[in-house]
């Protein structure tokens, strides 16, 4: 019954933003590594916004300074706010809740079906 649901992708111009939203059902959040992924076409998956539930973030280095990962335990929701999008974070992009705190796995965690991220230059 745990149900993931992203939104807020699209196509967007290089320098311009775009807000993804999270939201999450038959899932509590209490200690657990949530964040946001994505992947590109013939690449690995990638973490690119971690959030610990003490609130530390470990962005990836191409994002710093431009994406902003936040969570609201109390609505059960996840957003990320991407500003000063590059061509380069094309992709789709997957909200994740673990089942435990400092791990993210395919076969323990939770996974939204993704939404489409498009930035043309």
């Known amino acids: 019954q745990a149900k993931l649901v992203e939104s807020g992708g699209g196509l967007v111009q290089a320098g311009g933003s775009l807000t993804l939203s999270c939201a999450a059902s038959?899932?509590?959040?209490?200690?657990?590594?949530m964040g946001w992924y994505r992947q590109a076409p013939g690449k690995q998956r990638e973490k690119v916004a971690p959030?610990?539930?003490?609130?530390?973030?470990n962005y990836h280095d191409s994002v710093k300074g431009r994406f902003t990962i936040s969570s609201d335990n109390a609505k059960n929701t996840i957003e990320l706010q991407m500003n000063n999008l590059k061509p380069e974070d094309t992709g789709v992009y997957y909200c994740?809740?673990?089942?435990?705190?400092?791990?993210?796995?395919?076969?323990?965690?939770?996974w939204g079906q993704g939404t489409q991220v498009t930035v043309s230059s």
């Open positions: 038959g899932i509590i959040f209490t200690n657990n590594l």
């Open positions: 994740a809740v673990s089942r435990f705190p400092t791990v993210m796995h395919s076969a323990t965690s939770y």
């Open positions: 959030i610990f539930s003490g609130g530390a973030t």
